[in-house]
């Protein structure tokens, strides 16, 4: 049993003595194992919408059920819708501002009573703000604001939520467009250079034991390579951290079909 887990491993420590922890359920159920197979997940495929949602909730982005809940409202739940956004919002910060206008620029205009018939009564100009204005704090806006797609960018999340998600997004984008060639040893050594999840496993107690783990998945993966690109590893993964994908596949025993040991 693994009740007092902690009190043998503090003992070992201190006594210098090298251990691994296998865990209880195994290590392809560490949770850092599944993160990390999410992740492999949609990059093969990335119409996976369970695997995305474990990718967004995991260490690696971090995203709050509420900030979930705003996304989907706002009908930007999956990677195409995410990675549209995030492609339109990049290109919008790198256009050029525009330059200020030369009122010698503006041609003349005679204004008559009929360019006045629609104008709304002026008492309603100076209403309160609407539902979907942030707040001064930087507050993302109430969570009513999220239910109109024309609303659905990714500002609808707290800044931290938001800037750790466009960062993954951009990982994403460029492993989907060559993480078959690179292979998945390369790309789960890009995961660990280009984000903070060895530093947020790192602050967990068992944080040497969970990162130990990614690095033991990477030798995993680059032994396996050999035998087939990023498609064949996820395959063999799922199939010995998702029972539901092994039953799909006809493999009745308790046993995976292919095994990482």
Same mark, same amino acid.
């Given at each position: 049993?693994?009740?007092?887990?902690?009190?043998?491993?503090?003992?070992?420590?201190?006594?210098?003595?090298? /251990?691994?922890?296998?865990?209880?359920?195994?290590?392809?159920?560490?949770?850092?194992?599944?993160?990390?197979?999410?992740?492999?997940?949609?990059?093969?495929?990335?119409?996976?919408?369970?695997?995305?949602?474990?990718?967004?909730?995991?260490?690696?982005?971090?995203? +709050?059920?509420?900030?979930?809940?705003?996304?989907?409202?706002?009908?930007?739940? +999956?990677?195409?819708?995410?990675?549209?956004?995030?492609?339109?919002?990049?290109? #919008?910060?790198?256009?050029?501002?525009?330059?200020?206008?030369?009122?010698?620029?503006?041609?003349?205009?005679?204004?008559?009573?009929?360019?006045?018939?629609?104008?709304?009564?002026?008492?309603?100009?100076?209403?309160?703000?609407?539902? @979907?204005?942030?707040?001064?704090? @930087?507050?993302?806006?109430?969570? #009513?604001?999220?239910? +109109?797609?024309?609303?659905?960018?990714?500002?609808?999340?707290?800044?931290?939520?938001?800037?750790?998600?466009?960062?993954?997004?951009?990982?994403?984008?460029?492993?989907?467009?060559?993480?078959?060639?690179?292979?998945? #040893?390369?790309?789960?050594?890009?995961?660990?250079?280009?984000?903070?999840?060895?530093?947020?496993?790192?602050?967990?107690?068992?944080?040497?034991?969970?990162?130990?783990?990614?690095?033991?998945?990477?030798?995993?993966?680059?032994?396996?390579?050999?035998? @087939?690109?990023?498609?064949? /590893?996820?395959?063999?993964?799922?199939?010995?951290?998702?029972?539901? /994908?092994?039953?799909?596949?006809?493999?009745?025993?308790?046993?995976?079909? #292919?095994?990482?040991?």
């Amino acid at each position: 049993r693994f009740t007092h887990l902690a009190h043998y491993t503090q003992a070992l420590k201190r006594a210098g003595v090298p /251990f691994y922890v296998v865990r209880g359920r195994g290590f392809y159920q560490a949770q850092e194992v599944l993160d990390v197979t999410a992740l492999l997940t949609v990059l093969d495929d990335p119409e996976d919408r369970l695997a995305l949602l474990t990718l967004l909730r995991s260490p690696l982005c971090g995203l +709050s059920d509420d900030s979930l809940v705003r996304l989907h409202l706002a009908g930007r739940l +999956s990677l195409a819708a995410l990675l549209s956004q995030h492609a339109s919002e990049v290109a #919008a910060a790198a256009a050029p501002a525009p330059g200020p206008i030369d009122p010698r620029d503006v041609p003349p205009r005679d204004y008559g009573e009929e360019d006045f018939d629609d104008a709304p009564p002026l008492e309603l100009l100076d209403g309160p703000p609407s539902l @979907g204005e942030a707040g001064s704090d @930087g507050a993302p806006p109430p969570l #009513a604001s999220s239910l +109109s797609p024309s609303s659905a960018t990714l500002a609808v999340l707290p800044s931290d939520e938001q800037g750790r998600l466009t960062r993954l997004l951009g990982l994403l984008q460029l492993l989907l467009r060559c993480g078959d060639r690179l292979g998945p #040893a390369t790309c789960l050594q890009a995961l660990c250079d280009q984000t903070d999840y060895l530093a947020v496993l790192a602050a967990d107690p068992d944080g040497e034991q969970r990162i130990a783990n990614v690095y033991r998945l990477m030798s995993r993966a680059r032994a396996l390579e050999g035998r @087939g690109g990023l498609r064949s /590893f996820v395959r063999t993964l799922r199939l010995c951290t998702d029972p539901q /994908f092994a039953a799909m596949l006809g493999n009745g025993s308790s046993e995976p079909a #292919a095994q990482l040991a």
